[in-house]
């Protein structure tokens, strides 16, 4: 049975993977799940120099959901590049880094930071709601989508994944222009931008009034836009939003992802990335598929 | 590894409105559980995805069992309140840093729901402890913590002991010590951190955040530290991994 | 205590009412409400001609949210206005009839056959997804909303709320656009189009493939982007999308919704609309507000 | 006016692999319960929003207790399928129309999960009954039917009875009827809609199709229909509503 899949060349042995920001780099969750049984471990978004993060409270629960404002604080790359990629080696999967800035210039700063490093794959977030300047409108405006995919191609090393923001009219329009400006691959979504009010209070639950929205209520429009985004390229997608389950799993595998990441069910079952691979076993088992990769964008 | 684990419920009753007491059989999490860490106990219910940071208030490590106390503050802790003997819950644990031990004269100051992690600790204080309980009308464990030592109430209406804040209560009582340990509302914490910087004394305060993960990866719960944290390097702990104690000097309130 | 609201002139006794598709035309929930309790009845989209709406399964579950394609199947605007309109006159509420078509001329034309009805309001529904010809892209285009706008008010004599899709980036941008347009008032979110897939037999639920989207599930997304037209624009709007209690309503409310409007929630509870009116009651007795307007939009 | 009513479950228990037999007390559902019809249970898990039909299978109106079996299709029937007496449920009901009873001699005809509406129809009419049972191996409820007529069974796998479909039975044991009742899956009422319509028989068949409202306001639920529906006036009739209950003649399969 091969469960193995490829990314823009890269392999990876199975294609579950963690999503950006809920895995943090890894360690902390290796209590509860052996990396090496990972199809890749996905890093929280790093940026060209330290970044605080938003104000507290940075999330909040919706029916089946959450929101976060986490704003993107991380290490920068200098610590990342010194402590969080020499752990990750020691463990036998793939690396793929989220990367995220303000301006073109400093995502192309860390991209190019990281191109001699043991990094298997680039994930660019260009669709963080969260960030105040930038961030957002590179993943909201075609034109602006392709241009930074352009640069940014020019100081990568490894292969490229656009992650796309599904706050857009037209999905395809994002995946199509991030193709055309050179991307190896698109992940999405990202969250939806969503708001909390504390009614009693008559205030914004989260410090900064809106956060991403994630979790299984989400999970329709990301496998609708999975399916809308393999129906229009030819690099492949990485799904994601609300995925819990090995069935979870298999409606992106179907509506057209290569891969998927597993992000707010890590909260909820911290071992559920091992569970899910194992129900991708058993569903093979039961309806007789040798490969994986024939699962993918066969619904009909 | 480490997981979440199933637990049986041995014992639940309400001890004051709104506060229940829950005893659970988890061997393993009693097993390592230090006071001032915490639980995370998760929902049954589909549309809840989040677990629930509760804090450990008392243990039996010999057989296995923990208690915990909490108040109903929303949809969540309502629906652990219907748990009967018998039923099983998800938990993961134990959590956090917990207080450090010392055996130097203390004062143990809990404010409402802040009160439980206080009674595991002052079992296992083995100094002279002085503790100060905060409410705002009706008492809960304060039997319980009278077994360890001198209890000091404050009440908001007055109707038990000092009318006012567990400031108040300490000054009445002309209590000092070389050490303070304190878990209860920001305000609370915020005046203990400044009695505990003009009297100099050493001072450890439990804090509060939202979580999603309780283990140091999602970055929500953090507050705003002195040192740069070592996670990120900025000036931003995390409660659930760094915390939830902090010594009153590192954090911003 | 006053309860009641002012929607482009049209006085509404409460701000709750049904959302358009969710209860007919009220004579089925009437077993359940008593229709002159309610702010408003909103109708169930009405086209020029009969439309006989998309094959089955029409709908599908999701986590605490549901899928919809039933294309709006609806009986065309004579019957409608020879049944349904003098049914719902027997009651003490206000008439909110909402309007679908292919075309501008379609709509146009439903508005002028409902002009010298005892119609209170028309909600033109320019976003409904669950038509292949036209109809979505009126509402997500700026444009294609501003123009139709124009032409509806051409014929309508009484006010017209417009109804926003939620499928848009800036959602900001649409409703300065139908305020542009001559728009009354608008009313929003409709459904997010979603997709979900049957792992098993790997084919779509649906046999329309998408559907849209309501429920708990998207209350965060709706209660922002009512957040933010209320920043942008003047006239009211009715806020709906997942509300399903009277904290939710006043989540709405606070965030600019001058009135609110249940959908799905009814099919979870059919007595949950003056549940949701008391509910607002007593909030307002607990905090000691006299006005309900005066709630409108104060979150902070 | 009509609400959803709480309901009281007496008994609970597996009758078949995934089969279960509630019984619950709810007296004005019970008091107002015709043999077709149906009612929504709703699941407690606040992430599962629409409730769930179930066939009437069997009333005590006296006593004011209503019967139904289920098979465990998927999350809430899963979640029915735990209940215990003393539990609580919402239900509503009862909906739909209902089979239109006679005294003719009759075909009672009930494929898998189809079954249970047929028991309290068996009960209720009076004519002459022959009931054909389509099971695919594992049987239930076939002692309860055979106390009001003679039972033939139908087996996919012919481990009882005739090895194949309902439609193989009738034919086995030559039975003839002036009326025919059937509930089952779409490709056994299919194959009954056309034997009713060769042999010229009365033919009423139970349907089922996706619901969200259940009381024809919402459009989910409809089937192709030869006449024009009285609700939109096009040609798709209101399964909830209009239904579940068709004459033969009246629906495209
Ligand atoms: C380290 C720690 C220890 C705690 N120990 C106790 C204890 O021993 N007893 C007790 O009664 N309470 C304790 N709390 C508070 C307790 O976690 C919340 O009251 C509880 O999570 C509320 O959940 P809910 O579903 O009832 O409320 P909801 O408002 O429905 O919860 C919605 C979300 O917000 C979170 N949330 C709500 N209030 C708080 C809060 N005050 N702190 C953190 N998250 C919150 C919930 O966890 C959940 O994710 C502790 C909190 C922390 C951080
Ligand atoms: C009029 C009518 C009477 C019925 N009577 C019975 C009965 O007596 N016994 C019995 O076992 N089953 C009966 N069914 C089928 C029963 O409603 C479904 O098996 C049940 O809703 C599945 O719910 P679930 O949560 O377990 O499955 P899920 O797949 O998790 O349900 C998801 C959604 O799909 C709907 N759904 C799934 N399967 C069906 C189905 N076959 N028909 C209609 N909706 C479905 C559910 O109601 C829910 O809204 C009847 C259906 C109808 C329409
Ligand atoms: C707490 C949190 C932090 C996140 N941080 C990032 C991030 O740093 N970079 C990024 O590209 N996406 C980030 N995301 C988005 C997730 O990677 C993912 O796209 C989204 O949550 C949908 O998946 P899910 O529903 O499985 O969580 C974050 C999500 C959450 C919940
Ligand atoms: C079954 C169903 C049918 C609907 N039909 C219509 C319609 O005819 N016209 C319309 O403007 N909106 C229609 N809607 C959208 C609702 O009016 C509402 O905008 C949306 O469902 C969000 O609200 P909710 O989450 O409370 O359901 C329909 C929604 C559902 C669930
Ligand atoms: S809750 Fe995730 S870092 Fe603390
Ligand atoms: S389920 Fe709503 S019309 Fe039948």
């Avoid at chain 2, 030592?149 to 908001?156: K, N, S, W, Y």
Wanted: hydrophobic share 40%; with cysteine.
């Amino acid at each position: 049975m091969n469960l193995s899949v490829n990314i823009a060349g890269v392999e990876l042995k199975n294609p579950v993977m963690p999503a950006s920001g809920t895995f943090g780099s890894g360690l902390e969750y290796s209590d509860f799940v052996h990396l090496g049984e990972l199809g890749a471990v996905v890093t929280k978004g790093v940026s060209n120099v330290p970044w605080i993060g938003n104000d507290t409270p940075r999330i909040a629960e919706t029916k089946s959901g959450m929101l976060n404002a986490v704003g993107l604080q991380n290490p920068g790359v200098d610590l990342f590049l010194e402590r969080d990629i020499p752990y990750l080696k020691k463990y036998d999967t793939k690396i793929v880094v989220n990367v995220c800035g303000k301006t073109t210039e400093e995502y192309c700063e860390v991209v190019e930071r990281l191109s001699d490093a043991p990094v298997d794959l680039l994930e660019i977030n260009i669709s963080c709601p969260n960030v105040k300047a930038g961030g957002i409108a590179f993943g909201q405006d075609p034109e602006c989508a392709m241009a930074i995919t352009q640069e940014v191609k020019k100081y990568a090393k490894q292969p490229i994944i656009m992650k796309l923001s599904p706050n857009v009219t037209d999905i395809t329009e994002m995946a199509k222009a991030v193709e055309a400006g050179g991307a190896d691959a698109v992940s999405l979504i990202n969250t939806l931008t969503g708001m909390k009010i504390d009614v009693h209070r008559q205030k914004f639950v989260l410090a900064n009034r809106t956060g991403g929205l994630s979790g299984p209520a989400i999970k329709p429009v990301a496998v609708r836009m999975v399916y809308q985004v393999f129906q229009a390229v030819d690099v492949p997608i990485i799904g994601m939003g609300g995925i819990a389950s090995a069935e979870d799993a298999l409606e992106f595998i179907l509506a057209g992802a290569t891969a998927v990441a597993v992000g707010t069910a890590n909260f909820h079952n911290p071992a559920v990335m091992p569970e899910i691979i194992q129900g991708l076993v058993n569903y093979m088992k039961k309806y007789n598929i040798s490969d994986i990769q024939d699962l993918i964008g066969v619904v009909e | 590894m480490n997981e979440k684990r199933e637990a049986l419920v041995l014992s639940q009753g309400e001890i004051a409105k709104d506060i229940f007491d829950l005893w659970i059989k988890q061997p393993e999490i009693a097993g390592a559980a230090r006071p001032g860490q915490f639980v995370m106990i998760y929902c049954e219910d589909n549309s809840r995805l989040l677990p629930r940071p509760i804090s450990i208030c008392e243990v039996n490590t010999a057989k296995g069992h923990l208690r915990l106390v909490y108040r109903i503050a929303g949809e969540g802790t309502k629906e652990f309140s219907k748990l009967v003997s018998a039923d099983r819950i998800q938990v993961m644990g134990p959590l956090g840093n917990g207080f450090p031990l010392s055996a130097k004269k203390a004062i143990l100051v809990g404010g409402g729901i802040g009160i439980p992690p206080m009674l595991e600790l002052a079992r296992q204080l083995e100094g002279e402890k002085q503790i100060v309980l905060g409410y705002r009308d009706e008492l809960f464990l304060d039997k319980d913590l009278e077994k360890f030592g001198q209890v000091c109430i404050a009440t908001e209406d007055g109707s038990t002991g000092t009318r006012g804040t567990v400031i108040d209560a300490i000054k009445e009582h002309h209590l000092d010590a070389e050490v303070i340990y304190a878990c209860g509302p920001t305000p609370m914490l915020k005046a203990l951190q400044k009695y505990a910087i003009v009297h100099n004394i050493e001072c450890y305060l439990s804090m509060e955040e939202r979580m999603a993960c309780g283990i140091g990866a999602c970055l929500a719960c953090v507050c705003k530290s002195v040192g740069k944290d070592e996670h990120t390097n900025v000036h931003n702990k995390r409660v659930c991994k760094d915390g939830p104690v902090f010594e009153a000097r590192e954090v911003e309130l």
